[in-house]
């Protein structure tokens, strides 16, 4: 089937709201609107205003809102116009939403999606580009998803949906209207995606490619090109940040002996980074040939010009270059 | 079966029909009884916190709540538990209130496998589900959007109950209490705002933190009232008619006039920032619990004899149960990594040596 | 030299005395003159905008200001330079009042290193240090507390100006500009609040965003006054009045009734969630341009062929403005890592690969 | 000369308010109530109300303003009662000022102190113990600096405030009553310390541990247990978070050829995750005998009960086994 990722995100919220009556999805311009980028098609019509709830432009209050509704025992899917405005809210993900099971003894937990666009987009600039991929994967008590495609979209939102934990759901703009030829399967009422297992993309001998989101589509272009110089990269869709699915990385390295990460965030403390940590800290570091490069977004905020962005996040050519140094070459 | 009618303080109303309040209540001598036992139960938690804080028993933040006992013992009497009910730090009230033993509450501060939230959450973390009870909230402000998410789950869930949101009157400047407040009106969620306006934020008046310190209009288009709230009867009739409001028509915004006899927290003297006259002045006259004591005396329903024996008892049985807390078994270390998830899977915990992760 | 009183339109208050507002407002030949060229300049801006953005040369977000232009021209005949101004995204008209060609303007848009932000910034982030326009910014309601610290700063300073804080009605209910109304009230900072109220924030409708869609009521105990803001001369007397009371005694409330032509950004058609009649009527009864228009040809201060030159002239300087812009260098490749400190001193700046990192 | 963490703060504040008319404190009860924690003490009776200023509880409004007043030609420090509060109004802290810059090419800027307690206090549980210091540390835009010692908070607070950049500030509450013996040099009025650079606190030959805040005295500690077992180990006190001083910390490893990493934030994107990612990057690889060991705070909400939170940082004797195990011992 050839679906796009903003038609998985849309049938897996359809199907689910359709699926559990606890499930609503609450938001800014989610209802009449259809969505600011149409992600929430129909589903209003479809399930009416006690399912589909359209917010004022209050981070703070609606995301609290749809804290205490999980709280209740309703399970909100609470979208972000996009993750840079849930910076006026992060307070309630994290102090009313994260922490609580732990805080209250397990008595009291909320089982909630926190679900819009992360990252850089295109041509919005600094205060519209903040990747907070690191960011919610260090909160004990959050689970990260990031999905690349159809699959891992519809998968891992159903997933995310299901579970009794607080899920935060990294979208990617770029990526809403991209078309891909998907498997039938994933169209099953009842495809779920494991929380916590990457995807190999790409099977390779020669070096590991980690990467989330967008970036797993510019790893496997630069794939591509290094097979053409005679290097089989292995790409890994890390589908899931928070908790990493340590042992397909491992198996990888232990396997290629060489790894690079790629990410669209920031460099500090990012998911590279944690990479590199989980590289010192198992096994992988004895079948390291080479020590591992990160690709990042440049460590400054997002600029608006074409001929600065594009240079802004990783591109293919630099996962070559990396991948080639890594693998002295 | 005796009853009694008293005349209520008035009211201060906004945009609400003040001929809708009641000017009067009717209580008996077993309802005074018990809202005294109540009352005792709670000042006398609270004054054992405090030994036990000045000995280091208790850590961290403790704040304590006498001079408000009227508060939580009123709202009770005018709800149920299927009503919920959230609140910020100052919760050891609400804790006993909904179902909490002193035992267990002192547990829980002194950070025992047997507190209410088996040690980890400490004096500003109660919680209690089952009677719907939603915490215990360390971050001012924060508690009200979550309450009204709480009046939202109700209202979606068709139930006839209201959503009872507590915060203090240094909270109320919180802009995200606006935005909760806002939506609470275009939604019509049975949320019901509460602010217990005890006359400082931790050391700062009223009047330097508010522009507006008439906390009952505050909710803007939401009707508004206030009362005097050391008067546990006002309370009560207050929280019957919010309930009934609240379910009928939607959101309800209540002033609690009371006062801390306290400083804000264990750390706080409380005495820079006011005069131990003003202090004086409401514990001889604003008291709750002298409220109802004096009401079962003028009216005989005990005498000061029996009224000294419950209280004897009541310090007893606190005394005892913490004492009995004292007594139990800390949290073991491997608690350190439970309750992050659910038990339905299991996901790897990391602890501060890696060796020592494990998968819960 | 020829004046011409005009009448204003009525204005509703609230917690102000409303005789202190003029009823009437004295203009001449030379400011219609100028205001027309000025409104007519922005509108050209957009509608050159709109073109470019539709052949994908102006990218990401970019929010247009037709049928608002009024009040961008009329703020700044009642203010200097020395008032600080600060808005959100839809910031075109003040970029350009303030001081930006229109040439830099869309040199920003099209991402060229002689854009007002190098480009850095695109449509949402036009600033100007040196006219005391802090922006553009994207964050709906951020800007509020931030123009409160402006207001802050000049207070501290004891400068006799204003700040004008520019915000939406949708972004009316951001509980932040709550906060910073209490902070603004309680310090008596000059710090002018104005809800540009265009009827819809995004595609909502103030009434499904706002319980109380009374903006100027919304600074609770600040003072409020609203006005007809598609007539430029209300604006402007509006603003000198604002200016004289916010140094004299603090903040002030506005909210300028108005209207958006276009959809919310260029993303949106802008007609799913209002009709057609609706944009039409208000360009037919309360065009800012063309009430300006008139009150020129009525009064015979120009003719109609002197009008049509003029506007001939500007849409020629607009357009060729813009060829211009097109033309300009794109920001070199080095210029990704300047600008997130400053020049006093070097600090490692990171790349996408390490080995391009600079010292910057 | 004598003098606890608290003093160090205090003095630098109230020399700073002295020397420029533009440096204001603002927060809640930093004025009338000498500070929630004292740290404020006199300040507000000796510089008066148009420098030392109460605000209401409420974050998102006197940060932005805060914000404002620095564009507007001021010199804030804001203090946060402690950064968990901040989480309300960290988009002023990112949005608003790290990025300004940046947006407006240069054109716009201010210069302001954001501080604080960060981290895990003693017996205030999970909403009040968060460590933000990596999540500050990736927005670029921002210095991050964690002083551990008076002289530290002497000459790093001078330092920031002086600075013209967003400088984020992070105390620690354990740390602001412990008295040192410092070297009556940190009195000087013009007292600074070098921003991005760290300070070794003692040499050692056989391992590094690295560390910021209040790790720094565990480390120490482990330090001298290290020599009784006859291990020479490195302290470093990281001082700055960002920039991070590569070149000490690459220089002491080169040196020692073991690393440990120290810190009391969790563990995902952390320092020691960025000090993983900066081996893997840099010629320190080489010199590695052994993969960097990370000890973090547990990856739980910090917990109330003391033998609960006696265990969720590390502690001297995590230290000391960590760096056994990375010396093979
Ligand atoms: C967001 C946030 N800011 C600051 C604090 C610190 N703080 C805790 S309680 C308090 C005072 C609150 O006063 P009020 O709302 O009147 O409640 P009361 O303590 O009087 O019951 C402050 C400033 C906090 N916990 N959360
Ligand atoms: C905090 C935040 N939430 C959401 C958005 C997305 N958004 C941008 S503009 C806008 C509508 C604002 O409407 P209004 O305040 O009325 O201003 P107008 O666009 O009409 O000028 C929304 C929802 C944002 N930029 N920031
Ligand atoms: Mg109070
Ligand atoms: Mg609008």
């Known amino acids: 089937v050839s679906m796009t990722v903003k038609e998985a995100i849309n049938s897996a919220m359809d199907e689910e709201i359709t699926r559990d009556s606890r499930v609503f999805l609450i938001g800014e311009e989610v209802a009449q609107y259809n969505g600011a980028y149409k992600v929430s098609k129909d589903l209003w019509a479809k399930h009416g205003s006690n399912r589909i709830w359209d917010t004022p432009i209050t981070e703070a209050g609606f995301t609290g809102i749809a804290a205490g509704a999980s709280l209740g025992g309703l399970k909100p899917i609470c ?11 992060i307070d309630h993900i994290v102090n009313s939403t994260a922490k609580i099971r732990y805080m209250s003894g397990g008595k009291i937990h909320g089982s909630i999606v926190f679900r819009g666009i992360n990252g850089p987009a295109a041509g919005v600039a600094a205060q519209h ?6 960011w919610y994967s260090s909160v004990p008590g959050l689970i990260v998803l990031s999905p690349y495609d159809p699959e891992d979209a519809r998968g891992l939102l159903k997933a995310a949906i299901r579970e009794d934990e607080p899920v935060v759901f990294l979208e990617n703009e770029i990526m809403y209207n991209k078309k891909f030829d998907c498997d039938d399967k994933i169209l099953d009422k009842d495809f779920i995606l494991p929380i916590g297992k990457a995807k190999i993309m790409r099977q390779g001998k020669d070096i590991t490619i980690v990467a989330h989101s967008r970036m797993v589509g510019v790893s496997l272009e630069a794939a591509e090109e290094l097979a053409k110089k005679g290097i089989e990269a292995e790409v890994i869709n890390l589908r899931t940040l928070k908790p990493l699915d340590t042992e397909t990385i491992i198996n990888s390295v232990k396997k290629t002996n060489r790894i690079v990460s790629v990410e669209d965030g920031w460099p500090h403390g990012g998911i590279g980074a944690e990479i590199c940590a989980l590289m010192m800290e198992s096994e992988a570091f004895d079948y390291l040939d080479a020590p591992l490069e990160r690709l990042t977004s440049a ?31 | 079966n005796f009853t009694l009618t008293v005349k209520l303080p008035p009211v201060t109303t906004h945009k609400f029909d003040a001929t809708l ?18 009352m005792f139960t709670i000042r006398r938690i609270e004054i054992t ?312």
């Open chain 2, 49 to 360: 916190s405090d030994a036990y804080y000045k000995n280091a028993e208790i850590r961290g933040f403790c704040h304590l709540c006498d001079g408000q006992e009227g508060i939580y013992v009123g709202m009770e009497a005018g709800v149920t538990h299927d009503d919920c009910l959230i609140t910020a730090y100052r919760d050891h009230g609400q804790a006993f209130m909904r179902g909490e033993t002193p035992h267990a509450i002192f547990a829980e501060m002194f950070g025992k496998i047997t507190g209410t939230s088996k040690g980890k959450g400490g004096s500003m973390h109660f919680y209690n589900k089952t009677t719907n009870f939603y915490g215990g909230n360390g971050i001012v402000g924060a508690q009200v959007p979550v309450g009204v998410g709480l009046a939202f789950a109700l209202k979606y869930q068709k139930k006839p109950n209201i959503s009872m949101i507590m915060y203090g009157d240094g909270a109320a400047n919180q802009g995200q209490i606006a935005e909760a407040a806002n939506i609470a009106a275009l939604w019509k969620l049975p949320a019901i705002f509460i602010c217990e306006n005890n006359k400082y934020g931790m050391g700062t008046a009223i009047e330097r933190a508010s522009a507006n310190t008439d906390f009952y209009t505050r909710g803007d288009t939401i009707p508004g009232i206030k009362i005097e709230a050391q008067n546990i009867l006002a309370v009560r009739e207050t929280m019957k008619l919010a309930k009934k409001w609240g379910v009928e028509h939607g959101p309800l915004w209540l002033e609690f006039s009371t006062y801390r006899y306290r400083g804000h927290s264990m750390s706080d003297p409380g005495v820079s920032y006011r005069n131990k006259e003003e202090i004086d002045k409401v514990r001889a006259t604003r008291d709750p619990i002298e409220y109802v004591k004096h009401l079962i005396l003028d009216n005989k329903l005990a005498s000061e004899a029996e009224i000294e024996d419950i209280q004897d008892k009541i310090k007893d049985d606190v005394n005892k149960a913490a004492a009995e807390a004292k007594k139990d078994p800390v949290p073991e270390a491997k608690e350190l990594l439970t309750d992050v998830f659910s038990h339905n899977r299991k996901y790897l915990i990391r602890n501060v040596e890696l060796k020592d992760s494990a998968l819960i």
């Open chain 1, 129 to 134: 580009s903040q990747c907070f991929a690191s």
């Open chain 1, 79 to 89: 979208e972000f116009m996009t993750f840079n405005f849930a910076m006026q809210s």
């Open chain 2, 21 to 38: 309040l009641p000017t009067e209540a009717v209580t008996s001598k077993e309802e005074l009884m018990k809202y005294f036992n109540d």
């Open chain 1, 299 to 329: 460590d400054v905020p997002a600029p608006y010009a074409k001929s600065l962005e594009e240079i802004f996040t990783p591109r293919a050519v630099n996962v070559v270059n990396a991948c080639l140094r890594v693998c002295n070459k």
